[in-house]
């Protein structure tokens, strides 16, 4: 079975810095996606970014960008220039390609930004 | 596009009833996820639908069920409510079923079991 461990409960940020929050997982199979989500506190789980795990280039999104690291089963999320509306519980999610739509989450940072 | 609809947002229930919650899922996607949140156990898997047929289904008792209709919309069950069956419940939808799209989701329906 695939795990997902997020080591930092709760993080904080001044606005305009940068972030990174961490990610690692555990996983048997060769191929498969991880991604980050957010959540607001409307509840509402945002896809923040994508990486395919056949992909070595590391995915970028406007302001937020990954650190994936194959071979350490570690998969970190870069914010930069932080905003007050990236407050939010961040959470890391693994699909594996045996495990069909499934997601695995790990256990959710929530992120403060600070004015 | 329209996101992933789900109705009610909030319910309350008591010990024993049953829920019966409904998610609409972006126009074109046909598999349909479910998630339990709690603050204890997190986000959970509860079972994926696709063609109307489960394809798919995480470790939760059977009183917990669904299914899912021909127009792709799908709906969730839980019989004899407990008191830790309190949590948000999220749906997610995806365009194909058993393939690594992206899921997105519905801003979720918050049950609450007195």
């Known amino acids: 079975a695939q795990t997902v461990t997020q080591s930092q409960p709760e993080m904080s940020v001044q606005e305009a810095e940068t972030v990174t929050l961490s990610c690692t997982y555990d996983?048997?199979?060769?191929?498969?996606?991880l991604f980050w989500y957010k959540q607001p506190p409307s509840r509402q789980m945002i896809l923040v970014i994508r990486?395919?795990?056949?992909?070595?280039q590391n995915a970028t999104e406007n302001r937020f960008s990954v650190n994936f690291q194959k071979a350490a089963k570690s998969f970190s999320l870069k914010i930069s220039d932080s905003q007050l509306g990236d407050t939010a519980m961040y959470f890391c999610a693994f699909m594996g390609e045996t495990s069909g739509s499934r997601l695995t989450f790990g256990e959710g940072t929530q992120l403060t930004v600070n004015p | 596009k329209a996101g992933v609809t789900q109705t009610p947002r909030y319910l309350i229930k008591t010990r024993g009833q049953q829920v019966t919650l409904s998610c609409s899922p972006i126009s074109g996607h046909r598999s349909v996820s479910w998630y339990q949140q709690t603050p204890g156990q997190g986000l959970q898997f509860l079972f994926e639908?696709?063609?109307?047929?489960?394809?798919n289904k995480g470790n939760f008792p059977g009183r917990f069920s669904g299914r899912q209709f021909s127009n792709s919309r799908s709906e969730m069950n839980v019989s004899t409510l407990e008191l830790g069956d309190s949590a948000l419940y999220l749906c997610?939808?995806?365009?194909?079923?058993?393939?690594?799209?992206?899921?997105?989701f519905g801003p979720g329906t918050r049950l609450t079991v007195l």
């Open positions: 990486q395919e795990a056949y992909k070595q």
């Open positions: 997610a939808s995806s365009p194909r079923a058993g393939a690594p799209d992206t899921q997105y």
């Open positions: 996983t048997s199979e060769n191929n498969y996606y």
């Open positions: 639908y696709f063609s109307e047929t489960q394809r």
